[in-house]
């Protein structure tokens, strides 16, 4: 199964049905899954914290959100996390395409790729790094956490993630 069908079967398995995203080169197939399905309002953003405001609205109609962005995005929506999800316990599913480790071909990218798991863990945002066939649990797991604690929770996708093919 393709990296990218593990997490969209995931994303479907936990009823997620909503989606804003930011695009990432290592998301563009999981975004076009999302936007051919019908049961999943697919909305692009144009900044991170943006998604976080979409999401939050379409949990409050009754939606289940999700948030799909590259690392360097985690930065622009540290305000907009804060503030809104975890002040109104607003429970909030992030997949994160993890740019900047090892084997990261760009080197603009290495910086935030150091700094995204320290990140979460002083937002107490707890996150799922999975191994090669466990994108689809991860998921499943990562949104029941997010419900459970009303919070954000996300899964982080590294690059040998995405080649594991």
């Given amino acids: 199964m ?25 998301l563009q197939e999981l975004l076009t899954l999302l936007g051919e399905d019908p049961d999943i309002i697919h909305l692009p953003a144009t900044r991170e914290e943006e998604g976080v405001g979409l999401c939050a609205g379409a949990w409050m109609g009754g939606r289940r959100p999700a948030l799909l962005m590259q690392n360097s995005g985690l930065g622009n929506c540290i305000n907009a996390l804060a503030s809104l999800d975890m002040l109104y316990g607003i429970p909030l599913h992030i997949i994160i395409s993890h740019r900047g480790g090892k084997g990261e071909p760009i080197v603009g990218q290495v910086p935030m790729g150091r700094l995204t798991v320290p990140l979460l863990q002083t937002l107490d ?27 954000p929770a996300a899964v982080l996708l590294d690059l040998d993630y995405w080649r594991r093919a």
């Fill in 125 to 151: 945002i707890p996150y799922q790094a999975p191994a090669s066939g466990e994108g689809e649990e991860a998921v499943v797991a990562s949104w029941e956490e997010a419900q459970k604690k009303r919070r």
């Fill in 2 to 26: 393709s990296p990218s069908l593990a997490i969209y079967r995931g994303l479907k398995r936990a009823g997620i049905d909503f989606a804003a995203s930011v695009p990432c080169v290592n």
